[in-house]
């Protein structure tokens, strides 16, 4: 079974420009979650959608945006770039329903914002 | 306010012998607990889990303990071996009451096992 992949592994971007990200979950898997890791701040949890809607968002100002598709692939938008988003992307998905679900993450986007 | 908090950012321990890492929580309505190890330009795995039923899990080498009165977990290693030094990071949810898959995680703990 494919693990969930995200693309583009590696971006560079300028202050005040926008971004998309895209990550596809584990086949059968209908939640995904987007994390930020940031030196000394861990992960630090963005939004979850399942089934295409958001079920639950982190404390992160509106410039971070998000959606998912019927095929359960999300992407995430961050619009007008500052320096302190340059981080590390984590997209992991689940099953997303019924009881416990651990949750499996993809490599990661490497954003660097000049 | 870090619902999470794994307080020593590092850790060394010799080949063969345990290792420990902590993780505190402050929220008493988390229910699940994961720990998760993460190699450079790489994602989190995940190792092992442990719901708040229970106190303890085993797999492997790898056991987490659960306090809850504490608010406190735990994750025993043993042996270690070289291939287990990475960055640990604990997890926690509150599924039961809230019905949903959001994880707080912990900032990380760097453990470096010396042959």
């Known amino acids: 079974k494919a693990g969930v992949t995200q693309t583009p592994r590696y971006l560079i971007k300028t202050r005040g420009q926008q971004v998309t990200l895209s990550c596809s979950p584990i086949s059968g898997h209908r939640s995904v979650s987007w994390y930020q890791q940031t030196p000394g701040q861990g992960l630090q949890f963005l939004f979850e959608y399942f089934s295409e809607t958001q079920r639950n968002k982190g404390n992160f100002p509106g410039r971070f945006s998000g959606r998912q598709f019927s095929n359960s692939r999300s992407e995430m938008n961050v619009s007008t770039l500052e320096l302190g988003d340059s981080a590390l992307y984590l997209c992991a998905s689940s099953q997303g329903q019924g009881s416990y679900n651990e949750q499996f993450f993809g490599p990661g986007t490497r954003l660097t914002v000049l | 306010d870090q619902q999470v908090k794994q307080n020593s950012p590092s850790l060394s321990v010799q080949e063969g012998r345990i290792s420990i890492l902590n993780c505190d929580y402050t929220n008493s309505m988390f229910d699940y607990f994961l720990w998760y190890k993460k190699y450079p330009a790489e994602g989190p795995t995940f190792l092992i889990s442990?719901?708040?039923?229970?106190d303890k899990n085993e797999d492997g080498r790898f056991t987490v303990f659960l306090n809850k009165s504490a608010k406190h977990l735990s994750l025993h290693i043993v042996p270690s071996q070289p291939g287990d030094s990475a960055v640990y990071f604990c997890a926690a949810s509150d599924f039961k009451t809230s019905g949903t898959y959001k994880y707080i995680f912990g900032t990380g703990t760097r453990l470096k096992v010396l042959a």
């Open positions: 442990i719901s708040s039923i229970k």
